[in-house]
């Protein structure tokens, strides 16, 4: 298809024939490159296990190893009473002697599994206490949910269980200490060590 002379075709084409639009334009003898700029760096946030760590969260760790410890020492004690802590808590129901001799298989049973759970639990108690001197925010949110927890059993044993005099004192100790720890994890200074990192 031809046109008129002088007139431009589609994209650019001239009405001469042969000939085509221009092409892109040559720089000019003024123009210069724009020089060349790196990238500005970002900043990343400097690594909480690099840091010193502070003494709210020293507080942390040894109410944690207290609380472990005051376990540990509770199950022990109560595996070795563990015939007196049956008679005792067998008083308080109202059981036939059959029912006795079951409820009594099952309790010393229970006292066994406990023995065996609180030993899982303290290596579980060191590996967490190392993720928070990382700074591990799961480690941190753990924590909290170890305290509360704690508290709730706590709490629900009180109630539920017959228990010695001295088991009770045990678990009110128990209480305070979680109670400290709770308060130890919402500090300023440990929040903001395990505050959430945002990219």
Same mark, same amino acid.
């Given at each position: !298809?031809?046109?008129?002379?002088?007139?431009?075709?589609?994209?650019?084409?001239?009405?001469?024939?042969? %000939?085509?639009?221009?092409?892109?334009?040559?720089?000019?003898?003024?123009?210069?490159? !724009?020089?060349?700029?790196?990238?500005?760096? @970002? =900043?990343?946030?400097? +690594?909480?296990?690099?840091?010193? !760590?502070?003494?709210?969260?020293?507080?942390?760790?040894?109410?944690?190893?207290?609380?472990?410890?005051?376990?540990?020492?509770?199950?022990? &004690?109560?595996?070795?009473?563990? +015939? %007196?802590?049956? +008679?005792?808590? $067998? =008083?308080?129901?109202?059981?036939?002697?059959?029912?006795?001799?079951?409820?009594? +298989?099952?309790?010393?049973?229970? !006292?066994?599994?406990?023995?065996?759970?609180? =030993?899982?639990? =303290?290596?579980?108690?060191?590996?967490?206490?190392?993720?928070?001197?990382?700074?591990?925010?799961?480690?941190?949110?753990?924590?909290?949910? &170890?305290?509360?927890?704690?508290?709730?059993?706590?709490?629900?044993?009180?109630?539920?269980?017959?228990?010695?005099?001295?088991?009770?004192?045990?678990?009110?100790? %128990?209480?305070?200490? $979680?109670?400290?720890?709770?308060?130890?994890?919402?500090?300023?200074?440990?929040?903001?060590?395990?505050?959430? @990192?945002?990219?």
């Amino acid at each position: !298809m031809s046109y008129p002379q002088g007139s431009q075709g589609p994209q650019g084409q001239s009405g001469q024939p042969g %000939q085509f639009g221009q092409g892109p334009q040559q720089p000019g003898p003024g123009w210069q490159p !724009m020089p060349w700029q790196p990238a500005p760096q @970002v =900043a990343l946030p400097p +690594d909480p296990a690099s840091e010193p !760590m502070p003494k709210a969260l020293r507080v942390v760790l040894v109410l944690l190893f207290v609380n472990l410890a005051l376990s540990i020492l509770t199950a022990v &004690l109560s595996y070795v009473l563990r +015939d %007196q802590l049956l +008679d005792y808590q $067998l =008083a308080h129901m109202n059981l036939t002697e059959y029912q006795r001799e079951t409820t009594r +298989d099952i309790v010393r049973q229970t !006292m066994i599994i406990r023995v065996v759970s609180i =030993a899982v639990v =303290a290596v579980l108690y060191l590996w967490l206490a190392n993720r928070l001197i990382r700074g591990k925010r799961w480690a941190y949110l753990r924590s909290l949910w &170890l305290g509360g927890a704690g508290l709730v059993g706590l709490g629900i044993l009180a109630v539920t269980t017959r228990y010695p005099l001295w088991m009770h004192v045990e678990q009110g100790v %128990q209480a305070v200490i $979680l109670v400290c720890l709770l308060i130890a994890l919402t500090r300023p200074e440990v929040r903001d060590r395990f505050r959430k @990192v945002r990219y």
